[in-house]
């Protein structure tokens, strides 16, 4: 794969796992893949649904259809889709405590106040319909405790899904990059 090969983004709403996320999230989630890739070089890529006119100008209407889905390469100049899922999530109340009996009695762990997401990141040739390059890419936002004047902890995470899915975003198109030789 070369930089100057087109690489078309499939919408993330077409995915349900990203039905959580509003669509002002998913749209700057969006953005910030095509950012990434451009900033990687990338001199040919776009949002699937910003190609409404051109995909019904060489008459694509269904990518399910080999045919019309090879014709985003041969018409469009698009030989790869790039496909972003979003997998199994894990979100905290955001704040916890135990107090100094439970902290030296029961010497427990720090309770359980990380949030993660896991994002499939596939990269599709448009021609075949295969696989090129297919990663899980985990992000966590691990949790921090403060000891009270009383002995107790709290546990706290600022963080959110959102942030925890803009990281994982980061690292998979970084991983999809150096993957593909790019």
Known sequence: MSKYEGVLLLPLGWDPGFSRLSPGEQNQLESQILTLLRDQGFT???????????????????????AQRAKVNSDLGYPYFLGITLG?????????YRTAQEVYEMNPPAPDQDISATLPVALIETTSGNIVSDNAIVTEINAWGIPDKDGGENYWNFGTICQAIRKAINKGVSFMVKDCDC
């Open 44 to 66: 040919k890529v776009e949002l699937y649904d910003r190609m409404d006119y051109e995909l019904l100008s060489a008459g694509i209407k269904d990518l399910n259809d080999p």
């Open 88 to 96: 199994e999530t894990v979100d905290s109340d955001g704040w916890d």
